[in-house]
């Protein structure tokens, strides 16, 4: 029998209208879909977005735990057990979907069930991207990323003041993700560099908890939440 | 009369399936299609990626000239020109889309035009985020971009070697482009590092005419042409 077919489908970041159609269009051609979650019961973002736009592809849909944990065996033992379960369906010649929030190569949990699966070879995984959060977020608050021969740095905040001021000086538009844990120093070094009026937070863009934070002094000593990213523009 | 609205709307790579939902329903509402072309009479990709969605959309764009050129007076002319055009049908309480290929706010031709436009307080300008090039060429590769506490770098291909290297030592992946002018400086900096074979170049995600080039090395003295990026993605 042949081999099923995956699609690591990006769903986009939150809007059920920023899917793709080519998405929209997969996601009701296959017989099974995956969506990650991050604990048994838990609900799944990426599920959400696809059931607010066709109600009907829920019935389809099961999840897979991607854990946020630090700890690697953890971590391996839940990618090869969501690598089986899909694996499981595509040897019985049925074509699936894993469907990732905004884009399955951006920092996607697709990316890890990519790896295991890929590793066989006579898989056949076809990646369809989405529209990211990174993209979505300077959308939202109105502020372009780059433009021209602009230098543009995606990274987790740094938690040394000297990794943070090193990527600000050599990039025109840095996009900081997990802002969180390093939330009081990243600001500290933005109000050194005089960069302060430059930066914004935007929360969970295009879904209907967004928020666009453009005066950070108001939030120092509180934290902007998990679905936070921070945009800084140096020169306009 | 009330203003109308401008929608600076992402389009995505080239493939017609990768336009959102959402950007499909407002190009249908609104009257009137801006999109950006190199010259006078020259087609636009943005207009064909639409039109190849729906054939009828085509009688209601109007081409917009921004050329390629390091005139910084000639370019500024062109943008005051499109943006004169674009605001004349707001102030008739025309809403009016402009279409980017990829993303509006990534390297987009509409960040030109929303300068101007923003400037005008009480303009309604929104942006719809759309599939970029950046995580389609991936997609299309099969090379994960970044996951975990990875830092991904997008920057225009620096034409000194030590540009070259600090970027590749400080970042796990970083997207090249603008590769033609620099592609033997390129290559000749990665075989230094040892990461040629971490190098892939795409031309023109998603299209007709794509390209996934994994072999650099056959490449080195020809150009892989301008709709080309180059992934390096130095740790998997």
């Known amino acids: 029998?042949?081999?099923?077919?995956?699609?690591?489908?990006g769903v986009g970041p939150g809007d059920p209208e920023l899917v793709t159609i080519k998405a929209l269009r997969l996601l009701r051609e296959v017989p099974a879909i995956f969506a990650p979650c991050k604990a048994a019961g838990e609900p799944?973002?990426?599920?959400?977005?696809?059931?607010?736009?066709?109600?009907?592809?829920?019935?389809?849909?099961?999840?897979?735990?991607f854990p946020m944990?630090?700890?690697?065996?953890?971590?391996?033992?839940?990618?090869?057990?969501?690598?089986?379960a899909v694996a499981g369906k595509l040897d019985d010649g049925i074509d699936c979907a894993f469907i990732a929030e905004g884009?399955?190569?951006?920092?996607?949990?697709?990316?890890y069930l990519f790896e295991k699966l890929a590793a066989d070879s006579g898989r056949r995984i076809e990646v369809i991207p989405g529209?990211?959060?990174?993209?979505?977020?300077?959308?939202?608050?109105?502020?372009?990323?780059?433009?021209?021969?602009?230098?543009?740095?995606i990274v987790p905040a740094p938690s040394d003041r000297e990794s943070i001021r090193r990527v600000l000086?050599?990039?025109?538009?840095?996009?900081?993700?997990?802002?969180?844990?390093?939330?009081?120093?990243?600001?500290?070094?933005?109000?050194?560099?005089?960069l302060l009026d430059r930066a914004t937070v935007v929360v969970k863009a295009t879904?209907?908890?967004?928020?666009?934070?453009?005066r950070l002094a108001d939030l120092k000593g509180r934290k902007p939440g998990y679905f936070s990213i921070m945009l800084v523009r140096r020169e306009r």
């Open 1 to 9: 029998m042949a081999q099923g077919k995956l699609y690591g489908i």
């Open 44 to 65: 799944s973002l990426a599920s959400r977005i696809v059931c607010q736009l066709d109600g009907t592809l829920g019935a389809k849909i099961t999840n897979l735990v």
């Open 69 to 84: 944990s630090d700890d690697e065996a953890e971590l391996d033992d839940a990618w090869q057990a969501a690598a089986r």
């Open 103 to 111: 884009d399955p190569f951006l920092f996607g949990s697709f990316i």
């Open 131 to 153: 529209v990211s959060s990174i993209t979505a977020a300077p959308a939202r608050a109105g502020i372009p990323l780059v433009r021209g021969d602009e230098r543009l740095a």
């Open 169 to 194: 000086t050599d990039f025109e538009s840095v996009v900081f993700m997990k802002i969180n844990p390093v939330f009081d120093t990243l600001v500290g070094v933005l109000e050194e560099m005089a």
């Open 207 to 214: 879904t209907t908890e967004e928020r666009v934070i453009r």
